[in-house]
């Protein structure tokens, strides 16, 4: 049987508990510092799985009015309660309807920490909340006026209008190089020596079938 645990930053309890020999991988979505490697005696061991993106939508009503592209200072403006109308973005005489995910959320905990600087923290202007991607999308399909924030692949089928984020469009390949600012690397992390069946494991994440599975799940593949 292989232990594995998620945890959303590098140095949280699954690098504790893969040191402790509580599991034997780890998830990260953010690299072990370098100073935690050295003084450990390089037993870290890291693996790239795959990447995550998060894509700023509106609804298609207001993407065909000419609103595709905003700043991350306008998206702070928006969550913060500052912007409050599409008049103001070149958009129509209409007050917008803003979405976020769900307290506890890992979306919404990236969304908050990169636009509006700390994870925990209250968006005034937001009136309502989405408690999955699905959620989200069909929030955003049935308010003609409405903002929110996905998964990148929930974004691709074209139902919802996808924005450029201070000049960047989220595609695979930026959200893979990291030009799209709204990314993040996903890594598996071992401690010493590595067990066979953990390594297996690895091995099949990082292969076709598991990179198919992280695609099915909504991230992008290596």
């Not at 930053?9 to 509580?22: S, T």
């Not at 000419?66 to 129509?92: A, F, H």
């Not at 979306?107 to 923290?121: A, H, I, P, Q, S």
Request: charged share 25%; glycine share 10%.
């Amino acid at each position: 049987m292989i232990r594995v645990i998620y945890f959303p930053d590098a140095l949280y309890a699954g690098i504790e508990n893969i040191v402790k020999g509580k599991s034997d991988i780890a998830m990260a979505s953010s690299k072990v510092a370098e100073l935690d490697i050295i003084s450990s005696g390089y037993k870290f061991k890291e693996r790239l799985i795959g990447h995550d993106g998060i894509v700023i939508v509106v609804s298609k009503q207001i993407y065909d009015t000419g609103v595709t592209s905003l700043t991350k200072d306008q998206v702070k403006r928006i969550y913060s309660g500052e912007i409050n109308n599409w008049k103001d973005l070149g958009g129509p005489d209409s007050e917008m309807l803003v979405v976020a995910r769900e307290n506890g959320s890992g979306t919404r905990d990236v969304f908050n920490e990169y636009v509006l600087g700390r994870k925990m923290t209250e968006m005034p202007s937001a009136c309502i909340v989405a408690d999955s991607n699905e959620e989200m999308k069909r929030l955003i399909n049935e308010n003609k006026t409405a903002i929110g924030y996905l998964g990148f692949s929930y974004s691709e089928d074209g139902s919802v209008g996808v924005i450029t984020l201070d000049g960047v469009k989220p595609t695979a390949e930026a959200i893979k190089n990291a030009s799209y600012e709204l990314a993040r690397q996903l890594y598996f992390y071992t401690y010493g020596d590595v067990k066979p069946g953990a390594q297996a494991f690895i091995d099949f994440m990082v292969g076709p079938k598991g990179q198919k599975i992280a695609k099915e799940y909504g991230f992008v593949p290596l």
